[in-house]
């Protein structure tokens, strides 16, 4: 292989020959890793091996000599020159486009500087929600574009998903903007809301799995929606969709959003969700994002501008459990509890005195065939419940009065790792049972238990029964407190869906007699109800909840 490999690979590609050329050019001009090449031109990893095959013999490499490795990687210093000239490394400078945000980002060396901070000391990317973390550069060329492109004083900015800390960013920039950032992921949110209080900037963090809607605090509170989702067709629209909750006036959605030029097909799936959600195309910037990974679209992404029209806004947003590309909420993942653990689960639930369980799963009607199918006999006790209902019903309204006198049984097998809590927050009941994964993060060690035992203590008195009833599952088991020590604690966690200031003030009305203007004159709540605040921010409210009872006690 040689240069004159690389000009039929030039020929076979066409109009796009030209990034084979920028590849080459490249190459002939200073030492490379892949992963740089990959993301400097924004062409797949699959385009830029395919021109160092081309290279061949003409190209050195590291000790290991392994084309492709994370090694310096360039053109023979007596073959360069002949590459420059051959692949038309002039032309290629002179027609080359300006960035135009090139010279602004230039003089912006302290903020990338400061989100680079951040970039190093914030959660690692989590592969099973599909993080892949943007580089410093691309969070602060978000920024810049959107403080040139709309009037951000005064604005307000939400982020739907934000491992890239697109808000942060955005807020240091321009202290006058306030952001929400909604996430699932409970590290993320205490790293965010950590470094906006020590910074102060006005960013409010709000928990919410998107797959079961937008947090109602969040809904239409924002000028501006920001979404990189998960690059799966459903992922992308379910993201747009609650970014369109998250609206209002007339405001704008901008998406970060690649594909390879090798699967065109993809592209379009995505694109085609634009028109079916009313969503006109106002721009889009390609390559505008740049990635320390996802090499299979180049390691970047395009910004689309979107425009929702009216009728966006009546667009009804269903439920999607499986929006991601690994792990157990992808469409390969599994399909929820097995016969087995179905049955030790609803076992669990009923408990010794047999009582009427409700059967809670991302697929009901599976979760109710799975107990059905379980063998008799086998220790677990299957049981046919009494009633089911959808998981993502326990986020907007709990579980129906009748099943509070009674048990619940919920299959969260593929709980990416904030749900158990939010379940144990969500279900009132005489008995409950949660089905997870062994290695769940609340249960792998014994201070990972007592911290969320201690959490819901005034509600809920737990029994962590690992390793049941295999190897690979888990089961949680929670009996209601009948004389909780907190009784205001345990009067907001059994009412985990209204907003928190009311009812604070409405318990300690009804527990010490206070008449509710003095009531709520001790109430300093975050905005929002008990089921969407941080993990991190509820033990200080349960404190901030007992001390409001100092002066008038609780009997």
Wanted: proline share 7%; net charge negative.
């Amino acid at each position: 292989m040689s240069a004159d490999a690389v000009e039929k690979l030039v020929a076979e590609y066409g109009v796009r020959g030209r990034v084979v050329r920028e590849v080459a050019v490249a190459l002939a001009e200073r030492s490379w890793a892949l992963v740089e090449l990959v993301r400097e031109f924004a062409v797949p990893r699959r385009t830029v091996e395919e021109v160092l095959a081309a290279v061949g013999d003409d190209l050195t490499t590291g000790a290991d000599g392994a084309p492709g490795a994370a090694v310096d990687l360039r053109v023979r210093a007596d073959r360069a020159a002949e590459y420059r000239s051959r692949f038309g490394a002039a032309q290629l400078r002179a027609t080359a486009l300006a960035d135009p945000l090139g010279p602004v980002l230039a003089e912006a060396g302290e903020l990338v500087a400061a989100v680079g901070r951040w970039r190093a000391s914030a959660p690692p990317p989590r592969r099973s929600l599909d993080h892949v973390a943007a580089t410093p550069e691309t969070a602060v060329r978000r920024a810049l574009w959107l403080d040139a492109s709309f009037d951000l004083d005064g604005a307000h900015l939400l982020c739907v998903g934000d491992h890239d800390l697109t808000a942060l960013t955005a807020c240091l920039l321009r202290p006058s903007l306030t952001a929400t950032v909604v996430d699932v992921d409970e590290r993320l949110l205490a790293f965010i809301d950590g470094a906006a209080v020590a910074a102060g900037l006005s960013v409010r963090c709000v928990f919410g799995d998107l797959r079961f809607g937008l947090p109602a605090s969040a809904a239409g509170v924002a000028g501006l929606a920001f979404t990189d989702p998960p690059y799966t067709p459903d992922g992308v629209r379910l993201f747009l969709e609650r970014s369109i909750e998250g609206l209002t006036g007339p405001g704008r959605i901008l998406l970060a959003y690649g594909f390879s030029e090798r699967t065109p097909a993809l592209g379009l799936a995505v694109q085609r969700t634009f028109s079916e959600l009313e969503l006109a195309v106002e721009a889009q910037l390609p390559s505008f994002s740049r990635y320390l990974g996802a090499q299979a679209v180049g390691s970047a992404s395009d910004l689309y501008v979107l425009q929702p029209t009216s009728k966006a806004r009546r667009k009804s947003a269903r439920a999607r459990p499986t929006i991601y590309t690994h792990g157990e909420q992808s469409s390969e993942g599994t399909s929820g509890a097995t016969p087995e653990v179905a049955a030790a689960l609803v076992a669990a639930a009923a408990g010794p005195d047999g009582l009427p369980v409700l059967g809670v799963a991302p697929d009901p009607a599976a979760l109710a065939a799975a107990a059905a199918a379980a063998p008799a006999g086998g220790g677990h006790g299957a049981g046919a419940l009494s009633g089911e209902r959808a998981l993502g019903a326990l986020w907007t309204g709990g579980v129906p009065g009748p099943a509070r006198n009674g048990a619940v049984a919920v299959d969260a097998t593929a709980d990416p790792g904030a749900w158990l809590l939010r379940i144990l927050l969500a279900v009132d009941a005489r008995r409950l049972a949660v089905a997870v994964a062994n290695n769940h993060p609340d249960l792998t060690d014994a201070a990972s238990q007592h911290a969320l035992a201690a959490l819901v203590a005034p509600k809920w008195q737990l029994r962590f029964r690992r390793s049941t009833p295999n190897p690979s599952s888990a089961v949680v088991e929670a009996v209601a407190v009948e004389q909780p020590a907190e009784p205001l604690v345990r009067y907001l966690l059994d009412r985990a869906h209204g907003r928190v200031a009311n009812v604070w003030r409405d318990g300690l009305a009804t527990l010490t007699g206070l008449p509710k203007p003095d009531a709520a004159a001790r109430v300093n709540a975050p905005d929002g109800t008990l089921l969407e605040i941080p993990r991190h921010r509820l033990e200080p409210l349960f404190t901030a909840v007992s001390e409001s009872t100092a002066e008038k006690g609780i009997n």
